[in-house]
């Protein structure tokens, strides 16, 4: 596959919105799951959202339920992330990720069941 490729990250401010994108060539056929996570300095990984490309099941952290929805548009071969209503919290980088592990939806939001990452983008909201 090609490497996975994030892009759409940024500076907003508090309440504002933005839009990730994630080239994900050859992760969008129904056999794997593709999910977004995020990461501050000194932090660890956070799960955000994931999509089960089979069914487009969507699942959210908490933090964010009710405000990013995750999508894939699989003509395309691209993940995208929307957020609003950001808050200074969700200031951090964020990367997506697939597996190709049949996942539990427990497991879904854990970084350790996904081989393959992209770089990252940095998304800072200011308050």
């Known amino acids: 596959q090609e490497p996975l490729v994030e892009s759409g990250g940024g500076s907003v401010q508090a309440g504002g919105s933005l839009r990730l994108s994630c080239a994900a060539s050859?992760?969008?056929?129904?056999?794997?799951?593709l999910a977004w996570f995020r990461r501050v300095p000194g932090g660890d990984r956070e799960g955000v959202a994931v999509?089960?490309?089979?069914?487009?099941?969507?699942s959210y952290a908490d933090s964010v339920k009710g405000r990013f929805t995750i999508s894939v548009d699989k003509a395309a071969n691209t993940l995208y992330l929307q957020m609003t209503s950001l808050v200074p919290e969700d200031t951090a980088m964020y990367y997506c990720?697939?597996?190709?592990?049949?996942?539990?939806?427990?497991?879904?939001?854990?970084?350790?069941?996904?081989?393959?990452w992209g770089q990252g983008t940095q998304v800072t909201v200011s308050s």
């Open positions: 999509i089960d490309t089979k069914d487009d099941t969507t």
């Open positions: 050859g992760y969008t056929t129904s056999t794997y799951f």
């Open positions: 990720a697939a597996s190709s592990l049949t996942l539990r939806r427990v497991s879904r939001l854990r970084d350790v069941y996904y081989a393959y």
